[in-house]
Structures are given as C-alpha cells and as structure tokens.
C-alpha cells in the first residue's frame, strides 16, 4: 500500500484563553470541519501533511477545549509532544506576561527537547497593540526560542510558523539519528497507511532517498 507519510509529528498549541489558537489552527489544517474530539481528555487534534525535502510530514495539531482557562493542561496533554507554539494575543498584555507560566508547564510536564516556538497573533489589530514587536523578540531571545508575530484572521505567518517548527523539529531528529541510529532515537513514529512501522521502512524512507 502506498505510504502517505514519511514523517508523524505531534504539535501542541499553548497560551492563554482568547489569544487566537484555535483560529490559528482552523486557518493553518486542512479541513476545517474534519477534526477529532476526544472527550475523555478535552482536547482536539486536526492534520494537515506537508512537504519537506521531499519528505510528506504528516502534523497532528493538537488544541485545547478551554481547560486552559483552568491552567489545568494535563500530562497527557503533553505526551509525545515533539513541537510546541506558545501563543500571546499582542492586544492583552496579560497573555504576554503568562508566557512565562506556560513556558514552565511545559518544562514541568513535556519532554525536554520538545521545540517551541512563540508566536504573538492579532497583528492585524495595530491600534490595539499592548505588546510590542521588540518585547516579543526579547522575551523569546531570552528562552532561547523562535518568535512571529501573526494573525490567524489575516492569515499572515501562520503558515510560515508551522513550517518554521516542523523544519526545526526535522532538524534535531535527522540530527538525532546521525548520532545515535535509528533503533535509539525517540520521539519520532514512521508509519504506513495501514499503521504499520518498522526498521525497514524506515531506511527505505530515510537513507536509501
Ligand atoms: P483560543 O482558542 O485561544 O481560546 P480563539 O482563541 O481562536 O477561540 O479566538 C478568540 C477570539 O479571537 C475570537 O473572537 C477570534 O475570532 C479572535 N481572533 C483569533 N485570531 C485573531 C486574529 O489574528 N486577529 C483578530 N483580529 N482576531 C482574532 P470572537 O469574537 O469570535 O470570540
Ligand atoms: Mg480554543
């Protein structure tokens, strides 16, 4: 069976209630109306694949249902999670100044060299801007990580941020396997359309290309 894939990678969009990830998501996934709820966790995941290299990255995009309100994201929330937009709204200097606790969340409950990336979305509203560009630029110079300002209801950077972190999780992973091989290094999933994932395929995908 042909593979649709080469590459699985598990996003998480993060931040403050309001700040836009879910139109960030809507405005960046393929299907706006083919979305998967799993209740049980409250959370909803939306997929869109793209090309790198000539390799299909398929990105499974997870949201939150609103327990960000709560600041009660779950471990399970954070399994797995290979890349990690941390979103403010450039209009609600609240949702700045949270970045800094979501930023720990993560570092308490995902994986250590999960990639993060921050993004201050409405843009499109300058006369209502709280945050400035420079601040945004400081605060993710200081994490050590990338910042774009974008707005999902102008569509400007969406796609380049989702790009942006794909390409910088790739990078760490084909990184990885240079220096450990393949049967050592996690966090990546290789499958066939039919769920099937094995060593073979995975040379066929990576070294022999
Ligand atoms: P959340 O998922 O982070 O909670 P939502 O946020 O995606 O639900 O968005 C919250 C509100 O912000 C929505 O407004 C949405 O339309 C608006 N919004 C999201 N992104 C942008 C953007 O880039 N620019 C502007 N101007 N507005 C944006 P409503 O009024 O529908 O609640
Ligand atoms: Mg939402």
Not at 34 to 56: C, P, Q
Not at 64 to 77: D, K, L
Not at 158 to 184: H, N, Q
Request: charged fraction near 30%; hydrophobic fraction near 35%; include cysteine.
């Amino acid at each position: 069976m042909a593979k649709t894939y080469d590459y699985l990678f598990k996003l998480l969009l993060i931040g403050d209630s309001a700040v836009g990830k879910t139109c960030i998501l809507f405005r960046f996934s393929e299907d706006a109306f083919n979305s998967t709820f799993i209740s049980t966790i409250g959370i909803d995941f939306k997929i869109r694949t793209i090309e790198l290299d000539e390799k299909k990255i398929k990105l499974q995009i997870w949201d939150t249902a609103g327990q960000e309100r709560f600041r009660t994201i779950t471990t399970a929330y954070y399994r797995g999670a290979m890349g990690i937009m941390l979103v403010y709204d450039i209009t609600n200097e609240k949702s700045f100044d949270n970045i800094r606790t979501w930023i720990r969340n993560i570092e308490e409950h995902a994986s250590k060299d999960v990639e993060k990336m921050m993004l201050g979305n409405k843009c499109d509203l300058q006369d209502r801007r709280q945050v400035s560009k420079d601040r945004g630029e400081q605060l993710a110079i200081e994490h050590g990580i990338k910042f774009m300002e974008t707005s999902a209801k102008a569509s400007i950077n969406v796609e380049e941020a989702f790009f942006t972190l794909a390409r910088d999780i790739k990078a760490k992973m084909d990184r990885k396997i240079d220096s450990t091989g393949p049967s050592k290094s996690a966090g990546y999933q290789l499958s066939g359309k039919d769920g099937s994932s094995s060593k073979k395929s995975f040379w066929k995908s990576c070294t022999l290309l």
